[in-house]
């Protein structure tokens, strides 16, 4: 959501700032722009609704140039996708803004401006940043000062970039509830909202905690915190490289993602696993005696990453025997709880900077819910600052808005916590031993059901006049369906829904016709023969059938039934594979509908705001 990039250097930075966009293109936006501090010391803005190809040839009839400059990605939330509402937003010629979040007193600020004679030539909240900005210099601060106290002042989520012509040796930024790093180079500086934007020009990089406000200068830098005291945070050397989140030979990034879970299943078990045995300090030091206390589990998460928590409190409650609760986190923060002192919340992020889900999990401590554990890909973001205990899912960069790789490591991480809490209520060792041992098979199973993407492509082709599909699973398979619903509605448009198997007479056989594909996950468990039982009510009433099934199912084809046969596997892990056919699916429907795949139309990749 939103993206931001910024850069001070003896060289143009224009460059710089365009491929850091690009770079952020993955967040999901609808505008961009960039504002430089030119040779004659004027602001020098170009601005475009779209993608940043729109952007770059704007720039490509200018001559914009210069040593200090900021740029942004806006994904729309005040005012409408336009030109006049993008960012970078300047006052009066002289100071220029980018920011990401929301400010909530926004409303209030712009009365108090107006009253002073600031002209608003936007519709965005941002806008009050600029002026106020302004008007603290206007007062005799310089820039940084004004900065300082105009943080003060805003209510709300916010990263900032600054840049003032009465200071055109200074670039400043902020962050507050909003991600927001600094790359340092040799002799320059560089601010974005995530470290991939910066990984052609730098690997090292601090990561700003929530208040700070940062000056940089190309002979160095200085942060202040939230108290205004000055502060050193600590450089860090990223072990991504530039050609991480390149596509190389494949045609999107949700399909490269999809076929790199394989090496992402073993990077996430890699360290982890000993012989048959789980290495339970891969939680942390402090791990073991709050795992010791803990009798029930909470997770906290959004969107995919709570469809993994859908699918864990089965694993949880049928093989930790602990009572596991899931709740989407813009939920739980806003409504009343009865916590207990022994449960350890679980929040589960890509990111790590989901707004909703970091505010719960601040709700779930201040109810006194102590002790924390979130599942993440991305090492120093706010989520895995604030928890206690960290398991990284080592998946690499994920650029494709739809998650793949990221929601089935996520999976292998809540397995790996399963067993760690399943020692202390129950789980003998050989139960132990057979879950690693799915678990390490996991990389081959992966590549086996990758085998399925000729079929799946040309199986898609049957949705190409579609516009409504069901997904129907049981057990653990409902959250699978759930998930797979969601990939094709998100990235092909296709409204599509997900129902229990066994809820069909509940009210969704009212839709079963011809026109509605119904897809079915059949793997071979307890719950089969229910859900053939499922499948015949669908056949009754004319629907078709697209079903994966375990071979061992005995699924047999006929008109308006296909099957799929995927490759058998153990029963715990059988979610994480039934996975892959499910995201291939909705990746071919969205190619045969022509959508932007990596990109799809309102959705941002990190919602940083509520």
């Not at 400010?103 to 600020?109: F, K, Q, R, T, V």
């Not at 694993?315 to 409504?335: H, I, K, M, T």
């Not at 449960?343 to 909703?356: N, P």
């Not at 069909?504 to 509605?516: C, E, F, Q, R």
Request: hydrophobic share 40%; glycine share 8%; proline share 3%.
């Amino acid at each position: 959501m939103c993206g931001i990039v910024g850069a001070i250097a003896n060289r143009d930075v224009t460059p710089i700032l365009l491929e850091g966009l690009r770079r952020l293109e993955y967040r999901g936006y609808d505008s961009s722009g960039v504002v430089v501090i030119d040779s004659d010391q004027h602001l020098s803005r170009a601005r475009a609704v779209g993608k940043v190809e729109e952007l770059d040839r704007a720039l490509s009839a200018t001559s914009i140039s210069g040593h200090n400059g900021i740029a942004h990605t806006r994904w729309a939330t005040h005012g409408k996708p336009t030109q006049s509402n993008a960012h970078p937003h300047i006052c009066r010629k002289m100071v220029a803004v980018v920011h990401n979040g929301i400010i909530e007193n926004h409303e209030a600020l712009r009365s108090k401006q107006m009253d002073k004679g600031y002209e608003f030539t936007s519709q965005t909240d941002t806008e009050v940043i600029v002026h106020q900005i302004y008007d603290y210099v206007d007062l005799g601060k310089n820039i940084f000062e004004a900065v300082q106290a105009t943080v003060a002042d805003l209510e709300g989520a916010y990263s900032l970039g600054v840049v003032s012509v009465h200071e055109p040796d200074r670039l400043i930024t902020a962050r507050r509830g909003s991600p927001l790093v600094i790359g340092v180079g040799e002799g320059e500086y560089f601010i974005a909202s995530d470290v991939a934007a910066l990984l052609p020009v730098t690997k090292r990089f601090i990561f700003l905690e929530d208040g700070d406000v940062a000056e940089l200068r190309r002979d160095g830098m200085s942060i202040v915190d939230a108290g205004g005291k000055v502060v050193e945070r600590p450089i860090k050397t990223s072990s991504l490289n530039a050609d991480s989140v390149e596509l190389g030979d494949y045609r999107h990034y949700m399909q490269k993602e999809i076929f790199e879970q394989a090496r992402a299943m073993a990077d996430t078990l890699e360290g982890r696993i000993s012989g048959d045995r789980l290495l339970e300090k891969t939680f942390g030091h402090q791990a073991s005696p709050i795992f010791d206390s803990t009798k029930q589990v909470q997770i906290i998460a959004c969107g995919t990453s709570y469809h993994a928590g859908l699918v864990a409190r089965y694993w949880f409650e049928s093989l930790a025997g602990l009572p596991c609760q899931v709740e989407v986190a813009s939920e739980f923060r806003y409504r009343k709880h009865v916590t207990a002192d022994d449960s350890l919340v679980v929040t589960i992020s890509q990111s790590g900077e989901t707004a909703d889900t970091l505010a719960a999990l601040a709700e779930a401590k201040r109810l006194g819910m102590d002790h924390s554990l979130t599942i993440c890909n991305v090492p120093e973001s706010s989520l895995v600052r604030a928890s206690e205990l960290v398991l990284m899912t080592h998946a690499g960069p994920e650029v494709g808005v739809a998650s793949t790789k990221a929601f089935t490591t996520q999976l292998v991480g809540l397995m790996l916590l399963v067993i760690a809490l399943g020692r202390r209520h129950g789980m003998n060792a050989d139960t132990e031993a057979r879950l690693i041992t799915e678990l390490r098979s996991l990389p081959v199973r992966i590549e086996q059901a990758l085998l399925l993407d000729g079929k799946i492509s040309e199986i898609a082709e049957q949705f190409a006049d579609k516009h409504h599909a069901l997904f129907l699973g049981r057990g653990a398979h409902y959250p699978v369906a759930m998930e797979g619903a969601l990939k094709l509605k998100e990235i092909s448009y296709i409204h599509a829904e997900a129902y229990p198997a066994g809820e069909l007479k509940h009210g969704p056989l009212a839709l079963v016709d011809a026109k509605m594909p119904v897809i079915a996950v059949a793997p071979n468990n307890d719950l089969l023969e229910k859900l053939k039982s499922n499948i015949q009510e669908v056949r009754a009433r004319g629907g078709q059938l697209l079903v994966f099934a375990d071979p061992a199912a005995e699924i047999a084809e006929e008109d308006g039934l296909q099957v799929l046969e995927v490759a058998a596997v153990g029963d715990s892990i059988a979610p994480i594979i039934y996975t892959i056919p499910l995201q291939l699916l909705a990746y071919h429907v969205a190619l045969i509908k022509g959508t932007d795949v990596d990109k799809p139309r309102n959705l941002a990749k990190s919602v940083t705001v509520e």
